[in-house]
């Protein structure tokens, strides 16, 4: 299994500009996140999804989108880009069901808005 | 507003020694308590984690000690290596729902050898 793979790695962004972040997970799990973390801020949650069609918000959705048409993927939209999105963002997926609250992270991508 | 807060904010520890990082909430309605260790470049992963029918988990070196009358949890790393220089992360989720994680503001901890 290759985990929770992201994609790019690395972007740089003009203001304005928009862009969609790729993730996706080979572990057949129902719950995707993303997060974004700030230097000396912890991990945001901006949105979850619990299946494919269900999205909702978390805490910092504002200026993004997400969708779930399948499983496996679980894209993230920026629509005009704003320096404030300067950020490292992180995709994590995990399992339903209490007992499954481990939530695995792949590796990120480091966004940088100018 | 951060639901979990965490101390220190950085820590250096010599080898051998024991590594404290504390985490505080205020929410009685989590009940799960994981503590994500991230190397830099990584993505964090998922270290030890506690429910808060029990005071205390230990697994290996790293225990949590938890206190739910006071709404705290500590991390404790024995026998401090530099192998376990990284960033810590205590979260706390809500019953129910989707689980979704409060992180705290994470501890950059560094073993000198």
């Known amino acids: 299994n290759a985990g929770v793979t992201q994609t790019p790695k690395f972007r740089i962004l003009k203001i304005g500009q928009s862009m969609t972040l790729q993730c996706t997970q080979d572990?057949?799990?129902?719950?995707m996140y993303w997060y974004r973390q700030d230097p000396g801020m912890g991990l945001k949650l901006i949105y979850y999804?619990?299946?494919?069609?269900?999205?909702d918000k978390g805490e910092v959705p504002n200026g993004y989108n997400v969708s779930r048409s399948t499983t496996e993927d679980f894209p993230l939209r920026l629509e005009l880009a704003a320096p404030s999105q300067t950020s490292v963002y992180f995709c994590a997926s995990r399992l339903q069901g209490r007992e499954h609250n481990e939530q695995f992270f792949g590796p990120g991508t480091r966004l940088t808005v100018l | 507003q951060q639901q979990v807060k965490q101390s220190p904010q950085s820590l250096i520890v010599q080898k051998g020694g024991i590594s404290i990082i504390n985490c505080a909430y205020e929410n009685t309605a989590f009940d799960y308590f994981p503590w994500y260790q991230q190397f830099p470049g990584k993505g964090p992963a998922l270290l030890i984690a506690?429910?808060?029918?029990?005071s205390e988990k230990k697994e290996g070196r790293f225990t949590i000690s938890f206190n739910k009358s006071a709404k705290q949890f500590s991390l404790h790393i024995m026998d401090s290596q530099p192998g376990d220089s990284a960033t810590y992360f205590c979260a706390a989720s809500l019953r129910g729902g989707a689980n979704n994680l409060f992180f705290g503001t994470g501890t950059r901890l560094t073993v000198i050898p």
């Open positions: 572990m057949n799990h129902n719950y």
């Open positions: 999804s619990v299946g494919a069609g269900i999205t």
């Open positions: 506690i429910r808060p029918d029990v």
